[in-house]
């Protein structure tokens, strides 16, 4: 069996595969970006005191956690146009993966928050420290610490759902596997090259996650 | 200097303070002791609107705290708060926990503030644990950080809620100590504990509180010879037993 395995064909393929890796990459990591600003706003808006923000967020958050990211990314793709909205499809991915993860990240940035002790904002409040300087100073640093690793947790779900881009046509990892199974009918060799630059995103990310929670170490204890 | 008229606060439905009055002196240190869920705490945490009332007059060093209009920062500024769990911030070192808001709440110079941050630890006895984390301290040491973190700010009220209840017994002294310091310079102060020998040493008056109301209040040497109520007789008997 394996002598019917050809790296030949592979590294034929290699430029496409390459070219695919970094569009994966760089959709992620518009996507990561986008969906941090979006998922710090949502958060914000979530705890604030402004009701019908707050109502609004937990809306967003509540209606993308409930439904699958593809519905998400076929509306988004065949649902806006027929709306009047037009997008190039890499703007379009981008946005269904901002949004989704955005909504995910909004929770696991309010759980950071909410992990903090009531006692030390009791104490930052009586010291006379207003709002702002309460969230730079006590807040968000061991929010932070606590946040970093689920974030980067929630990073690697968002690179491997970016597969679903494939579906777009979007010339990505997976749309890489694909192409190489359809021109030469070489599915295994097509896929396991895809899964083996995942591998790779999947170990940077998971060595960042180890080095970020042995910085922080001195914060859990 | 803190005067409370007739001050009413609910929880929902739940009455904890029923009409309290209460009017203390500048450099008066005032121990309040009661039954647990009794609203000692509740008391003074409306002092510096930690907790909001909602009827009767709170005068603060001048200020009506209880109309919402009264912007609490700046008196937040004057009154240090000590509670029972220290509540110290612990991505912080002592020396970073007691010079944070005299940078960003009195906008002293870093430089000025660390050297009085110094100062004040030294004060309290930790001049040796200026850089570590407060997990890296013991409770009665952590307490006393917590004392400076007040002190730093140069407060004209300090406030304590039980700061001794959370801590060993080899460590209570430690803290006591600090506090018999601070009365004795002349700090206006309000300590809830049922440390009934510093009430006795260092207080002016002692109050005693239950189901909201101030039962009675009166000189150490008065209140425990001659409690004129038999719900304070009963709590004294009870404490002072054990
Ligand atoms: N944030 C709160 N919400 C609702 N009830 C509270 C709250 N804080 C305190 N209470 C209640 O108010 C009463 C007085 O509490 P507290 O002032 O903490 O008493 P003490 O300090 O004398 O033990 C208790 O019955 C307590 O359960
Ligand atoms: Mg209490």
Redesign the interface.
């Known amino acids: 069996m394996l002598e019917t395995f050809n790296f030949r064909v592979i590294l034929e393929y290699m430029p496409l595969f390459l070219r695919c890796f970094w569009a994966t990459l760089w959709l992620s990591g518009a996507g990561l970006l986008g969906a941090l600003v979006v998922g710090t706003l949502a958060c914000g808006m979530r705890i604030g005191r402004f009701t019908l923000l707050s109502w609004a967020a937990g809306a967003y958050i509540e209606s993308i956690r409930s439904t699958p990211l593809l519905v998400q990314l076929f509306f988004f793709y065949f649902g806006l146009p027929s709306l009047g909205i037009r997008m190039s499809e890499a703007a379009t991915g981008i946005l269904a993966l901002t949004l989704n993860s955005g909504a995910y990240m909004a929770e696991i940035i309010r759980a950071g928050i909410q992990s903090i ?1 009531h ?2 904002v ?9 709002y702002l ?1 309460r969230m730079r ?2 807040i968000l ?2 929010a932070i ?1 606590v946040t970093l690793p689920p974030l980067l947790g929630q990073a690697i779900v968002l690179v491997k759902d970016s597969a679903l881009l494939s579906l777009i046509s979007l010339p990505e990892l997976t749309r890489a596997g694909q192409i190489m199974t359809s021109e030469r009918f070489m599915p295994a060799e097509g896929f396991l090259t895809s899964a083996l630059f995942y591998l790779l995103i999947y170990y940077s990310l998971k060595a960042l996650t180890h080095w970020s929670q042995k910085r922080l170490i ?2 859990q ?1 | 200097m803190i005067e409370f008229k007739e001050v009413h606060k609910w929880f929902g439905e739940l009455h904890v303070l029923k009409g309290i009055t209460l009017k203390v002196a500048p450099a008066e240190v005032l121990v309040v002791c009661g039954p647990s869920g009794s609203g000692k705490s509740t008391l003074i945490r409306c002092i510096n609107r930690l907790e909001p009332i909602q009827k009767g007059e709170l005068i603060v060093d001048g200020m009506r705290v209880h109309e919402s209009k009264t912007h609490m920062t700046k008196l937040r500024a004057e009154i240090g708060f000590v509670f029972q769990q220290f509540n110290l911030y612990p991505h912080m070192t002592a020396l970073q926990n007691v010079t944070l808001a005299p940078i960003k709440v009195r906008r002293i110079a870093r430089k000025q503030a660390e050297e009085e941050g110094r100062r004040v630890l030294a004060k309290v006895g930790l001049g040796d644990k200026l850089h570590q984390y407060p997990a890296q301290l013991s409770g009665g040491q952590q307490q006393r950080v917590a004392i400076a973190r007040g002190l730093c700010m140069k407060p004209k009220i300090m406030l304590f809620d039980e700061p001794t209840s959370a801590l060993d017994p080899e460590m209570i002294n430690e803290v006591l100590e600090v506090m018999r310091n601070l009365a004795r310079e002349g700090m206006t102060m309000i300590v809830v504990t049922h440390e009934m020998g510093f009430a006795r040493e260092v207080s002016h008056r002692v109050a005693f509180m239950d189901f909201g109301e101030l039962i009675e209040i009166a000189p150490p040497e008065e209140f425990f010879a001659r409690p004129r109520s038999e719900r304070t007789r009963l709590f004294l008997s009870k404490i002072l037993t054990h």
Do not use: D, F, R
Not at chain 1, 122 to 130: D, P
């Open positions: 002790p006692g030390q009791e104490a930052a409040v009586s010291s006379g420290l207003n300087q100073h006590i640093p061991q610490g001195y914060m204890t």
